[in-house]
């Protein structure tokens, strides 16, 4: 009976798988600076032509550039992997923002559920920090900045779930994410009661995922959601009334002439 040979594989192949994973499981971030040649070699104990071949490997493929005299950065354009048209066009319309609800409710779900499963140490720091810098906002209640927090602590539980597909649908349309946060928090602002409830909201998920409960996280997290898209809901039925209010007014005089 023959045997085929099996073949060792290169050790440039195998450190282009490393950096792949990193990638895809976001250790190393769109735009993020790998570390200097002479210290990733070290950390991955290997030689710097063979690390050096796996980053042209991936520099070929759009993964990774070089800068000159500046050193090796992930590419920003895996942050555009998911970009389409239908995606600018999405951010423009208002109307399809609670179709944006829906799949944030999916999505964060999910994440949230995966998040208080799977959460390491380092993840909860960052999940910590993230709420912080969203409390500080809250403090300062300037809108946009608090918007861009509460975007931030949302990508942060995703990437705490461990699941990388959850991990770049979300990232992909992140700057959408953002957009439809501002808009729905200059909305809801105008509410007194909204702010708070809002970061006591966050709050509550953030425990449930520190603590491991990842039933009560994803359902925290939907009730999060759909608290917005009711709050939104009511605020639109009361415009479409006073609009309606107003134009029987401006039509009034004329019909009893």
């Given at each position: 009976?023959?045997?085929?040979?099996?073949?060792?594989?290169?050790?440039?192949?195998?450190?282009?798988?490393?950096?792949?994973?990193?990638?895809?499981?976001?250790?190393?971030?769109?735009?993020?600076?790998?570390?200097?040649?002479?210290?990733?070699?070290?950390?991955?104990?290997?030689?710097?032509?063979?690390?050096?071949?796996?980053?042209?490997?991936?520099?070929?493929?759009?993964?990774?550039?070089?800068?000159?005299?500046?050193?090796?950065?992930?590419?920003?354009?895996?942050?555009?992997?998911?970009?389409?048209?239908?995606?600018?066009?999405?951010?423009?319309?208002?109307?399809?923002?609670?179709?944006?609800?829906?799949?944030?409710?999916?999505?964060?779900?999910?994440?949230?559920?995966?998040?208080?499963?799977?959460?390491?140490?380092?993840?909860?720091?960052?999940?910590?920090?993230?709420?912080?810098?969203?409390?500080?906002?809250?403090?300062?209640?300037?809108?946009?900045?608090?918007?861009?927090?509460?975007?931030?602590?949302?990508?942060?539980?995703?990437?705490?779930?461990?699941?990388?597909?959850?991990?770049?649908?979300?990232?992909?349309?992140?700057?959408?994410?953002?957009?439809?946060?501002?808009?729905?928090?200059?909305?809801?602002?105008?509410?007194?009661?909204?702010?708070?409830?809002?970061?006591?909201?966050h709050r509550v998920l953030l425990n449930a995922i520190l603590e491991g409960r990842a039933e009560d996280a994803r359902n925290l997290a939907h009730e999060h959601l759909v608290f917005v898209e009711e709050e939104l809901l009511e605020m639109e039925r009361a415009e479409t009334r006073a609009q309606r209010a107003l134009r029987r007014a401006q039509t009034m005089p004329e019909h009893n002439q």
């Amino acid at each position: 009976m023959a045997y085929q040979r099996v073949r060792q594989p290169r050790l440039a192949d195998v450190i282009t798988e490393r950096l792949e994973a990193m990638l895809l499981e976001g250790s190393l971030k769109p735009g993020q600076r790998l570390p200097p040649e002479r210290e990733l070699a070290e950390r991955f104990g290997v030689s710097r032509p063979s690390l050096r071949e796996a980053i042209q490997k991936l520099a070929a493929r759009g993964l990774l550039s070089s800068r000159q005299g500046g050193g090796t950065f992930v590419s920003e354009e895996l942050n555009n992997r998911y970009s389409d048209p239908l995606l600018d066009m999405l951010a423009r319309h208002n109307e399809f923002h609670l179709d944006l609800l829906e799949f944030r409710d999916a999505m964060e779900g999910i994440s949230a559920y995966y998040a208080a499963l799977r959460s390491t140490s380092a993840d909860k720091a960052q999940l910590q920090e993230r709420f912080d810098a969203l409390d500080a906002c809250f403090a300062g209640q300037d809108p946009v900045a608090e918007a861009k927090a509460d975007a931030a602590f949302h990508l942060a539980i995703a990437e705490s779930a461990h699941n990388v597909l959850l991990l770049h649908t979300i990232r992909g349309i992140f700057h959408l994410l953002e957009q439809s946060i501002i808009d729905n928090l200059a909305h809801l602002f105008e509410k007194p009661d909204a702010r708070p409830r809002l970061m006591e909201q966050h709050r509550v998920l953030l425990n449930a995922i520190l603590e491991g409960r990842a039933e009560d996280a994803r359902n925290l997290a939907h009730e999060h959601l759909v608290f917005v898209e009711e709050e939104l809901l009511e605020m639109e039925r009361a415009e479409t009334r006073a609009q309606r209010a107003l134009r029987r007014a401006q039509t009034m005089p004329e019909h009893n002439q």
